[in-house]
């Protein structure tokens, strides 16, 4: 699960991202308002958290300018500002929910679980293939009953395998959905945790789940 960020105090946006990834989603983190909708508009998230009082246009703006494009993306909107007319226009401008900062962490992780929950790929549930459960509340992986640790990055390319069981996927195709667009290392990466991956599951005797599709990348068995 990918969720961008929009957010112009940095400890703020720091400490966001660094409750994502603790619970292993990925987080892109952009500081402006034209930055958060070039990205809503260019590239693929399950969630947004966007603040209102953004240099440039604001987080109003930016929800109905992403809407009016077609963006679908749940988004959630931060604010300093209580007032019921300002929940009011977040809501109407299409965000899908609303938190008054200062906020606490697990009720923030809550509010975007629960947008998650709303959208067209539920975050709760389990995702079943090659013989994992991928439970997606809890964020772990289990094989014939037994757990798979697994780290944020681990689990984000076993769950965007498990997601296309039985679909070859390119080594970009991972490297844009697990890293990022703009990521300017080597696709060589994906060998890498995918060599990770298949240490792990072969351990609890997962051997050859991930299959690899010579001359494009790499593809989950499907059962």
Not at 6 to 27: F, H
Not at 92 to 105: I, M, N, Q, S, W
């Amino acid at each position: 699960m990918r969720v961008l960020v929009v957010e112009d105090n940095a400890p703020v946006a720091e400490s966001i991202r660094t409750m994502l990834e603790a619970r292993k989603y990925a987080a892109n983190v952009v500081t402006d308002g034209e930055a958060g909708l070039d990205h809503l508009l260019r590239r693929c998230y399950d969630a947004a958290v966007i603040d209102v009082g953004l240099p440039g246009i604001d987080g109003f703006a930016l929800a109905r300018s992403a809407r009016a494009e077609g963006v679908q993306t749940p988004i959630l909107m931060l604010t300093a500002r209580d007032a019921v007319e300002d929940r009011v226009a977040g809501l109407d401008c299409g965000a899908d929910d609303y938190l008054v900062k200062p906020f606490v962490e697990e009720e923030l992780a809550a509010r975007i679980a629960a947008i998650l929950r709303r959208g067209d790929r539920p975050v709760l549930g389990a995702v079943e293939a090659g013989g994992l459960s991928i439970d997606l509340a809890a964020r772990s992986v289990t094989f014939a009953g037994k757990p798979v640790a697994l780290g944020a990055t681990e689990f984000r390319l076993l769950e965007f395998l498990a997601r296309n069981a039985g679909i070859a996927l390119s080594r970009t195709q991972i490297v844009e959905r697990i890293w990022d667009y703009d990521f300017e290392g080597s696709s060589n990466i994906v060998d890498v945790y995918v060599s990770q991956l298949r240490r792990k599951l072969k351990a609890l005797g997962a051997k050859d789940v991930i299959e690899t599709v010579w001359g494009i990348g790499y593809r989950l068995r499907a059962n």
